[in-house]
């Protein structure tokens, strides 16, 4: 994700678009209201409760400030769950993970959970290729912005930068498109159409070990639209879905964002086999 360097420094002198700043337009980087994360976590965490592990490996790849997973924590402890918690949060804003850390030094204080975590600053998308299949449990909300040049975003750069950030978003792309080709759309115009929450997607269902359980918050779209069918073939191949709950966009769930969402459980299948077909 290095064409964000770029906007980045924008960033730092101030400039903003819409209430938003460059880098987070750039990256999709939204936080997720409360009322989807508990949603999504008192549906998977009955799973856990089923499977009576005594230790559990949990990851968010795209963290943010951790409140995904200290939801899960609080709602995994309040059901009774006892385990041992080993949690790795990974994402590319050292600010997030301040945060995070600060969320999660009370955690275990105020739960009595036997918690350990990880915090790892990176590019998640390269982190994940490290780490398939290595995790009980995977929730998250991963970025939902299209890789394709603004206008907007451009305006605010000289003609020297543009270039430098296109041609480096361009070789992202191609990075991205190579490593998870199942997330890429069934046409692109212009050279431009992958969305990073479809690559997300598939890169979550590749961190879950066999008989994992999936929590992942996704544009509603992800499973009406024609350009995800493939993505959606190749996930439900590998996904028993447990629940899914959809939020309008007049709920107003994320800051200074209209979109309609969606939040899903599921658990990976330990070999993948067709469930169910689904067509826009």
């Known amino acids: ?41 008192e549906r998977l965490v009955p799973l856990l409760v089923q499977a009576q592990r005594q230790a559990i490996s949990v990851a968010d790849p795209f963290a943010g400030d951790g409140r995904l997973v200290y939801w899960l924590i609080e709602c995994a402890v309040r059901e009774g769950v006892r385990a041992r918690w080993k949690i790795s949060l990974w994402d590319n804003s ?51 912005e299209a890789l394709k040049p603004d206008r907007r975003e451009l ?4 003609p020297k930068d543009r270039d430098i950030y296109v041609g ?17 759309p069934t046409r692109k115009f212009a050279g431009w159409g992958t969305n990073l929450s479809r690559v997300g997607f598939e890169a979550s269902v590749r961190l879950l070990a066999d008989g994992g359980h999936l929590g992942i918050v996704l544009p509603s779209s992800t499973f009406a639209d024609q350009v995800s069918t493939p993505l959606r ?24 964002v209209d979109q309609a969402s969606m939040a899903l459980v599921g658990t990976k299948n330990r070999t993948p086999e067709q469930q169910f077909d689904l067509h826009v």
């Open 1 to 41: 994700m290095n064409h964000v360097d770029v906007l980045a420094l924008k960033r730092n002198a101030g400039l903003s678009l819409a209430n938003k700043s460059l880098v987070s337009r750039a990256t999709g980087s939204f936080f997720t209201h409360e009322r989807i994360g508990r949603f999504m976590n």
């Open 233 to 256: 073939h190749w996930a439900t191949e590998r996904l028993s879905l447990k629940c899914t709950g959809y939020f309008p966009a007049e709920a107003r769930l994320f800051e200074n």
């Open 155 to 158: 305006a605010e750069l000289t």
């Open 168 to 184: 480096r978003m361009r070789a992202v792309d191609r990075r991205l498109a190579q490593v998870y080709p199942h997330s890429q």
């Open 94 to 144: 050292s600010a997030s993970l301040a945060a995070a850390r600060q969320r999660f030094d009370l955690l275990a204080e105020n739960t009595g959970a036997d918690i350990e975590v990880d915090f790892v600053c990176a590019d998640s998308f390269e982190l994940i290729r490290e780490h398939e299949g290595s995790f009980d449990v995977v929730v998250t909300n991963p970025p939902w």
